[in-house]
């Protein structure tokens, strides 16, 4: 690099949706960082869950490569540049992502890692993301959702129809997934080798969170990779799975 610092945060109006319109370009960055004497590494945003389903994205349907020549033809002028993104990680991507990164390491100088939102929609790095998701549900309610049911097991309750898909999505080779058939509940995601007694717990704990009266027995269905099966289960009342909470 041609200068002694860098700058390795830089985000552009043209590939970044958090930069206003009136927002800098890769050619206001060049100008600045050469009249500072400082090198710049571009990283922008790249969030798979967004490239993949809005097409206003402008990394949606693979203009990754229009990116990467862009900076490109920067770089056999400007000595001082710098090629790369900030990866938004998601757990149920995680095979994308390194294939991403796998594809694509030759090409970049630089990756970021970044999380903005575990829940899709609710990004917690931004004001209006985080009042949203406060006035949705309290942080207290927010951290007991997650609950541990033995040491490699762990439960995660949606609340309403976006989160259970969100948890839906979540879910990954040997999880488990519960929802009740017969009346409005919630989706599980049960995580690691459930024992008979786990499978037990969690299955009482869905109709928990269902709209089941006391002492009703539902019927569970549960999904885990390619197989089904159903178990009748009572609940226990909120108040009798607090032990479990995170």
């Not at 370009?25 to 571009?42: G, L, S, W």
């Not at 149920?92 to 903005?116: A, V």
Request: proline letters at 3%.
């Amino acid at each position: 690099m041609r200068f002694k610092f860098t700058d390795f945060h830089v985000h552009t109006r043209d590939w970044s949706i958090d930069v206003a319109d009136d927002g800098p370009t890769f050619e206001d960055y060049i100008k600045v960082a050469e009249k500072h004497r400082i090198n710049v590494c571009f990283l922008d945003h790249y969030e798979l869950y967004y490239i993949e389903n809005d097409k206003t994205n402008p990394f949606y349907g693979g203009k990754i490569d229009d990116y990467l020549e862009e900076i490109d033809n920067f770089k056999e002028t400007y000595d001082f540049i710098l090629s790369g993104l900030e990866v938004e990680y998601y757990e149920d991507k995680e095979i994308q992502l390194l294939e991403l990164m796998d594809d694509y390491r030759k090409e970049l100088d630089f990756i970021g890692g970044s999380i903005h939102e575990w829940i899709i929609g609710y990004p917690i790095t931004t004001k209006e993301g985080l009042t949203s998701l406060l006035e949705k549900k309290p942080i207290k309610q927010i951290i007991d959702e997650y609950f541990r049911i033995s040491e490699k097991s762990k439960i995660v309750v949606g609340r309403n129809q976006r989160e259970n898909e969100v948890i839906s999505s979540l879910r990954r080779e040997g999880d488990t997934i519960l929802t009740v058939e017969s009346i409005p509940g919630p989706t599980v995601l049960a995580t690691g080798d459930l024992s008979p007694e786990e499978i037990e717990v969690a299955t009482s704990m869905t109709v928990s969170y269902s709209d089941a009266t006391a002492d009703q027995s539902v019927a569970v269905r549960l999904t885990r990779d390619s197989t089904q099966w159903t178990l009748l289960a009572r609940g226990q009342g909120k108040r009798n799975t607090r032990h479990f909470m995170i």
